[in-house]
């Protein structure tokens, strides 16, 4: 055997297979004979200790989950206790501005789609998804993730951003939003056939990729090659600056909003701060270095409050896009007047959950 080759192909720190190569070593087995037996018993002792692994947990299952169960009742529980008042407050907020998305839908869609306005169509139905994203939030919340109903809310933010850009940009742009779903198509398409066979599946037809080709190049002739960016159904209202998210939310003054934002980023990527930073966490001492993997008590402050604004952002780009009437101007004023309760709220509960963190601290001191 070459001083290169490798010898005992397996963890050589792993104590159950250093006890087995001892042993042979103590029989006498010379070390070219121990490594070619380890490469032939070690596959199938692995596969049937896992399998072993495997049965004695399905044997617990019950057991674990049960208990599980116990304490996650316990925790739901002392969340109601300590944030039961701001979250159903944000969830009537959110009910009422799916009540009166539904109502302003139903009073509008057919003037709406007769006279071809795109910008309607677009508002009411990024309406529709922030409704969904903010009941996501709210569970997540409930539910005791903090950060995670924070990195949801980003996408509701990007929604409030873009119905109020495409709302006061007008038709044309919002028809090119709309119609860039196509351009995204293609793209997918294309990422899928460079890895389709590595993840297990078909090819697209070379005639199907050709289509969506074609019908993405036919908008990027209407609308100029920079179409086919990210945010290319946005370049010509935002030249000469440059198409990106950021100058989207800064055209219509929501920049102020980006420290959130950047926020939330933290717990939407594996970027160094997410790991060391999580709302979850917030109560926690100055150079805690608490582990969270499971929910938390803490830190719905800002996932409540930002969600609360960001719907009532959405609900009144909508609801005063077509409909100027006293009863539109009262239900947003309605809607304005719980959000300013829910935020209240939010702050009291925070306040009232510190307080008491601080008082657990001063008697448990470390």
């Known amino acids: 055997m070459s001083d290169d080759a490798p010898m005992f192909s397996a963890d050589d720190d792993d104590p ?7 042993g042979l070593l103590a029989e006498g087995k010379p070390e070219e004979e121990i490594d070619r037996h380890l490469q032939n018993v070690l596959p199938e002792a692995k596969a049937q200790a896992a399998a072993h692994l495997l049965d004695g947990l399905r044997a617990r299952v019950d057991e674990m989950f049960a208990d599980r169960r116990h304490i996650r009742r316990g925790f739901l529980k002392r969340q109601r206790e300590k944030w039961g008042k701001p979250l159903v407050l944000l969830s009537m907020l959110i009910e009422a501005a799916r009540e009166a ?11 709406a789609a007769a006279q071809q306005d795109f910008v309607f169509d677009a508002l009411r139905r990024l309406h529709a998804r922030a409704c969904l994203v903010a009941g996501e939030v709210l569970t997540l919340m409930e539910s005791g993730y903090p950060s995670g109903a924070m990195a949801r809310w980003r996408t509701l933010h990007e929604i409030a951003v873009v119905g109020r850009f495409l709302r006061e940009q007008g038709k044309d742009v919002a028809e090119q939003y709309l119609l860039h779903h196509v351009v995204d198509t293609y793209k997918t398409a294309t990422d899928f056939q460079r890895h389709c066979r590595t993840i297990g599946y078909e090819p697209f037809s070379a005639e199907e990729i050709a289509r969506l080709q074609a019908e993405r190049d036919k908008l990027c002739q209407r609308f100029g090659k920079e179409y086919k960016a990210q945010w290319g159904w946005a370049v010509e209202a935002l030249k000469p600056k440059q198409a990106s998210f950021a100058e989207i939310e800064a055209a219509v003054s929501f920049d ?6 950047k926020l939330a980023c933290h717990s939407n990527h594996a970027g160094s701060k997410g790991i060391q930073f999580d709302l979850g966490n917030a109560l926690n001492p100055p150079g805690s270095d608490c582990l969270l993997a499971g929910p938390s008590d803490a830190g719905l402050l800002d996932p409540g409050t930002c969600t609360a604004v960001s719907i009532l952002q959405v609900t009144a780009n909508l609801v005063l896009y077509r409909n100027a009437k006293l009863t539109a101007l009262i239900v947003i004023e309605s809607l304005n007047l719980l959000t ?3 935020l209240e709220s939010f702050a009291t509960a925070e306040a009232e959950l510190a307080a008491k963190a601080e008082t657990m601290r001063i008697q448990r001191p470390e």
């Open 256 to 261: 102020h909003h980006r420290p959130y934002f």
């Open 101 to 111: 998305g539904e109502e302003y839908n139903r009073s509008y869609q057919d003037v």
């Open 16 to 22: 159950l297979l250093l006890e087995i190569i001892n």
């Open 340 to 342: 300013d309760e829910i």
